[in-house]
């Protein structure tokens, strides 16, 4: 007689993902529906679902003896480090809901599938986190795309938007081909599809040109996910034509998604790769902050401005790659903590824009001329994060920034303090065009002379609010490096 043994699944350890799965039907069911008469909670109860995603986040949190969580025989691992990223993207979702409640509302297209995708979207961020597997990382980052894609070419009628949804989904599918080839490779050299597996089998073998290719490919395919040069031609056409909560969506959270799928296969499957992984990741970290930054300079156009800025950002962000050898366990918490703090100051500088343009319905930067006369609360919110961007302490930026500065400049390498260097020469440069904007709005005068009183959502308030009090508390407390500081932060599976 044969025997079926149910296998044991830790229903804990994946609550998260089953609430925001679960919750994302449940909006379905109410929008099929209520249809038209939903619209006013579409929002709301999107935002409710993230919130209780958190709970369990919070409580798997609460039992750190308990963790890491391993799943699948590896395949899938919930530790410290997955739940920080979990919630990351979590309230990140929450704040982009924030943003997007009045301006589909206002909008004159149906808003409800909008946060359908947007739960979808963040499913395959959560999912994300916890992949140790070729298979669930690929098919973690086509679902938190596929969404994305839609949400670029929102506004049907805008051919700007129709051109940001092609060009993101043509350049996504090109990346997500190269990625797929460049796993196939890795796959045929290991006979496994876990990144544990991997590395222990290129540890090893001998490196061959086939290894050498899938290395290289997988790690192209996530820099077209990050927007890194010359990987980021998408970017800045893609954020000027979606609708402005996506592209804060697509700044933020995609962006860090596509670096946590990058850092676990770099970390946890080419830790014996470093000779040839480092000096590639030094060319894109010098490439991509340095192109970023010096186009920004040119931009009269605050989305495309924080377009190329945020390109510039991942080149600081792929800086500690570049020095993962050895010291695997710094570079990921450096990375990890740019992350966390990147994330509240740009939702927070986007959730600026959407607030300006209700007044101005521009998005050049001299519209923000004058703000401080109308928005005095805004204008220094917004201050806060562009100076928290140029990493000026004492915001968060400065945090984010010094222990990139620790990690490069650790034992004092040749190759590690002139990528160093680098970011310092790029992080003067990115002041010039960031205090650009903070002189629009302090010392000049309002373009068209409407100084009449802004009027902001409460949902916007709340965003602004947020953001704020993330980029203030991480930077004047310095708490970051002890949240990150954890012993399951860079344990392999």
């Known amino acids: 007689m044969i025997e079926f043994v149910r296998p044991h699944i830790d229903w804990h350890a994946f609550a998260p993902e089953l609430i925001v799965l679960f919750w994302g039907a ?29 709970i369990p986040v919070l409580t798997l949190w609460d039992q750190a003896d308990d963790l890491p969580r391993v799943l699948f025989d590896g395949a899938y691992v919930v530790d410290n480090y997955a739940l920080l990223l979990k919630g990351l993207f979590l309230i990140s979702g929450y704040v982009i809901v924030l943003l997007s409640s009045n301006y589909m509302a206002e909008g004159d297209y149906y808003d409800s599938e909008f946060y359908q995708l947007i739960g979808a979207s963040i499913l395959g961020m959560l999912v994300m986190t916890s992949a140790r597997d070729l298979i669930s990382i690929f098919i973690a980052l086509e679902l938190l795309s596929i969404p994305a894609y839609l949400m670029a070419a929102w506004r049907k009628r805008d051919l700007k938007s129709n051109e940001a949804g092609l060009k993101y989904m043509l350049m996504g599918v090109f990346a997500s081909g190269i990625l797929l080839y460049g796993m196939s490779l890795l796959y045929g050299a290991a006979a496994d599809t876990r990144l544990s597996e991997i590395g222990a089998a290129l ?20 820099a077209f996910k990050v927007s890194a040069v010359p990987f ?75 377009a190329y800025s945020g390109i510039g950002q991942a080149g600081y962000m792929l800086a500690p790659l570049a ?31 959407i607030i300006a343009a209700r007044k101005t319905r521009s998005g050049e930067i001299e519209s923000f001329g004058g703000m401080l006369r109308y928005a005095p609360g805004i204008t220094l919110a917004m201050t806060i994060f562009l100076f928290s961007l140029s990493g000026v302490p004492p915001m968060g930026g400065f945090w984010a920034k010094f222990w990139v500065f620790k990690v490069l400049t650790d034992g004092w390498e040749l190759w590690g303090t002139l990528l160093a260097l680098v ?60 949240w990150a500081d954890f012993p399951a932060l860079a344990a392999a599976p």
């Open 423 to 482: 970011v310092a020469v790029n992080s003067v440069v990115a002041a010039f065009y960031y205090l650009n904007v903070a002189k629009q709005m302090w010392f000049l005068p309002t373009r068209d002379g409407d100084e009449s009183p802004l009027v902001i959502p409460p949902a916007l308030v709340a965003a602004v609010a947020i953001t704020v009090a993330v980029t203030l508390i991480t930077g004047v407390t310095g708490l970051v490096p002890d």
């Open 203 to 222: 540890a090893d073998g001998e490196s061959t040109p086939l290894v050498t290719l899938g290395v290289l490919f997988t790690i192209i395919g996530f």
């Open 26 to 54: 449940l909006v379905t069911i109410v929008d099929l529906v209520f249809l038209e008469r939903a619209r006013r909670i579409m929002g709301p109860l999107t935002g409710i679902g993230f919130l209780l995603a958190m």
């Open 323 to 353: 020095v993962y050898g050895n010291r695997p366990a710094q570079a990921q918490q450096a990375v990890v903590i740019y992350l966390l703090i990147y994330a509240a100051m740009n939702l927070g500088a986007f959730a600026v824009v």
């Open 232 to 306: 980021h031609t998408w970017a800045p056409d893609t954020y000027e034509g979606a609708p402005t909560p996506l592209t804060a969506f697509l700044a933020v959270a995609s962006k860090t998604a596509g670096f946590v799928a990058l850092l676990n296969v770099v970390l946890f499957a080419f830790g014996d790769q470093s000779d040839l992984v480092e000096p590639f990741m030094w060319i894109l970290a010098a490439a991509t902050m340095t192109v970023g930054n010096l186009v920004a300079l040119r931009q009269t156009n605050i989305v495309r401005m924080l």
